[in-house]
């Protein structure tokens, strides 16, 4: 099985205990990166009436919950969500979560939507996961409208050891395969997360790709002591 075929059946694997998994090993401070993320993002795009945000890579749906809540908040009309992932299992979860959202199986470098149709494009932790990054990159700037933002959430490698990187990795490399672990049954998977972040970009070299695929970064910032990364960058 090939690379990204292999990720993706692996996320089928462990979907019926994503969210769960999730909630316990971020103790829900992801909660905090993702409000952060759409509040920043609404504020830079500054209109009041959208036709599509569209999650790439959107699991079971988290971050659709997050773009509609945010703009019921702001008073922002949006016409359409669409989350976009290649699991099947996780997509699965993500339509039995009553979302106000549609779903749609598709890979972040081949999206099933038209030329400059997004005002926004969101991929919450799952750029990590997809292997022909750079072409996922250009298809982004394709479906974005003039002017549209790409928000990226990651866990970046970090670019020097020091106390919190190390307490980082701790976490990361022993709590969270073995929790993770015992409540997926699924230890393979969770020790895949640290690896995929050890052979990840650094905030630099990921700002420095988006320069590269048509993007000006409007802001890369570290949150929580650098443990999730904010990106968002404008279509030029
Ligand atoms: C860690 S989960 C993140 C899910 C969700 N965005 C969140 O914030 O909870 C990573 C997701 O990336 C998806 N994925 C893996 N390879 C992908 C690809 N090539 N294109 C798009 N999504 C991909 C997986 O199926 C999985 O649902």
Redesign the pocket.
Known sequence: MDK?KK??S???EI?KT??LA?RVLSFGI?KSW?RKACEKCFDYYGKKSLDLIA?????????CIYWDKIAKEKKIDIKNII?????E???NIAKSKNINAKFLK????DLPLEDESADIV?????L?????RIE?LLEFNRVLKDGGLLVI?EFTKLKEENFISKIRDFYMKKVLPFIGGLLSKNYEAYSY?PNSIENFLTKEMLIEELKKSGFEVLEAKGYSMNISTMFIARKI
């Open positions: 990204q990720i993706v692996m996320f089928d979907a994503y969210d999730n992801d993702r999650d790439v890579a959107t699991g079971t749906g988290d971050m989350g976009i992932d290649p699991s299992g996780m997509l598709g890979e972040a470098k969101s991929i919450s932790y799952g990590r996961n997809v292997v022909d996922a959430l997360l």
